[in-house]
């Protein structure tokens, strides 16, 4: 039996939560696997939140919403993204013959780690997809440690520390 080291990643567990809420909700309140209706369902985006040694960067598929109907928000380390996907105004709903796009309010709300820059935080709309690019706070990046080779390098550290000056 081999064993296997796995990286730990709250996001991917935080992730596949929702989303199993959202099927909860969504096939108890849609009316899955019960006869169609023409009425309009939540609209709740797929959202991808990955992470590199200097950003946290989550992309949400919003397409067909104006970015002026977007709001997004930090608040006590916590991202909001809200938005509304409207209804065409110039086509009725009785002409529909079936409604299968998701239209109406959604709420988007992610737990941040301390490691982010609140003062840093970007955001860009690009054929539908939300992209927010979240800094990591200087302090939260990895730092390369140099390693001294030999007795010499050892050397420079015993006499550092025992005069009280840097090596």
């Not at 996001?11 to 209706?37: A, H, V």
């Not at 928000?73 to 009725?92: D, H, I, Q, Y």
């Not at 941040?112 to 200087?138: C, E, F, H, M, R």
Request: glycine share 8%; net charge neutral.
């Amino acid at each position: 039996m081999s064993s296997m080291i796995t990286r730990w990643d709250p996001f991917r567990e935080l992730t596949q939560l929702q989303d199993r809420m959202d099927r909860l909700f969504r096939d108890t309140y849609t009316g899955s696997g019960r006869e169609e209706s023409l009425e309009q369902g939540s609209f709740v985006p797929a959202v991808d939140v990955y992470e590199d040694e200097h950003n946290i960067t989550l992309k949400l598929e919003v397409p067909g919403i104006d970015p002026k109907d977007m709001d997004i928000r930090l608040e006590n380390n916590t991202l909001s993204v809200r938005g509304e996907r409207k209804l065409e105004k110039e086509e009725k709903q009785e002409n529909f013959h079936r409604i299968e796009r998701r239209y109406g309010s959604f709420v988007r709300t992610f737990s941040l780690p301390n490691t982010v820059d609140g003062d840093k935080i970007q955001a860009n709309y690009d054929n539908g997809v939300l992209k927010i690019t979240l800094s990591k706070k200087a302090e939260a990046k990895p730092k390369q440690i140099q390693i001294g080779v030999g007795s010499q390098g050892l050397q420079k550290t015993i006499e550092a520390k025992g005069t009280g000056k840097a090596a």
